[in-house]
């Protein structure tokens, strides 16, 4: 059974730094890319970033490249979501994914796995 726990959402100002965890049991964590989707209310869940299965590689979304960065750290289990610079349009529930291969990507079926969300909202 695969776990994803997500931590480190919350209530911040817009400009505001946040880092989100997300705590992985269950299976080789450090064999599989990881991602984070987000989804805000009344709208479907989009790709934010995700991270090769060595973090040599990462990839990101147009609306967040150069504020958000994706990183692993594979003897904890754990990858992480730094965000910097928030805007009001970046809230959301936030979703760590498992993905079912070693390399990164940007669609939902490319993952397996999935935490069950934590709420990032940001005010103006």
């Known amino acids: 059974q695969v776990q994803l726990v997500e931590s480190g959402g919350g209530l911040v100002q817009a400009g505001d730094s946040l880092r989100l965890s997300c705590a992985a049991s269950g299976r080789t964590f450090s064999s599989y890319a990881m991602g984070w989707f987000r989804q805000a209310p009344g709208k479907e869940r989009e790709f934010v970033a995700a991270?090769?299965?060595?973090?040599?590689?990462?990839y990101y979304a147009d609306s967040v490249k150069g504020r958000f960065t994706i990183s692993r750290d594979n003897a904890k289990n754990t990858v992480y979501l730094r965000m910097n610079s928030l805007k009001p349009e970046d809230t959301a529930v936030y979703y760590c994914?498992?993905?079912?291969?070693?390399?990164?990507?940007?669609?939902?079926?490319?993952?397996?796995?999935w935490g069950q969300g934590t709420q990032v909202t940001v005010s103006s």
């Open positions: 991270i090769k299965w060595n973090g040599g590689s990462t």
């Open positions: 994914a498992g993905s079912r291969y070693s390399d990164y990507s940007q669609y939902e079926h490319d993952y397996r796995y």
